[in-house]
């Protein structure tokens, strides 16, 4: 996974593509693997150097968690819903702080990517946690 994660920054968006759809296949497989999933996102945009890449990767990783059901086939509404209450479960606040920690430390442009990534997040959580009520 640490070897991934870096690959949803490359510059090629086939690469961003097959990384994301990776991780989606492994969460599938491993649910209980999303914990890691987001502590190996959350060390990865505190330590990289490479601004170019962290900026991407920001960008990119909101998109692993839409899932790819269409609410247009009512039979996989409740594979949306489940996986909702599956993402609902887990402790965020990791890859919260480092989008924060990046809001406060970088330039405009990468702070401008962690806020709107964080406010994704924050808008799917919530309507997550609503939908487990």
Do not use: H
């Amino acid at each position: 996974m640490p070897n991934l994660v870096p690959k949803l920054g490359s510059s090629k968006i086939t690469v961003r593509k097959i990384s994301i759809q990776a991780i989606q296949a492994f969460l599938r497989l491993k649910p209980d693997a999303l914990g890691s999933v987001l502590k190996t996102l959350s060390s990865f945009l505190l330590t990289s150097t490479d601004r170019a890449t962290k900026g991407e990767v920001v960008k990119e990783f909101p998109a692993m968690f839409i899932p790819e059901v269409s609410p247009y086939f009512g039979n996989q509404l409740s594979r949306f819903v489940a996986r909702a209450l599956q993402l609902a479960q887990w402790d965020w606040s990791t890859l919260l702080d480092a989008l924060t920690k990046l809001m406060a430390t970088s330039e405009t442009e990468l702070a401008e990517g962690a806020a709107l990534a964080a406010k994704k997040l924050d808008g799917k959580l919530c309507l997550e946690y609503a939908t487990k009520r």
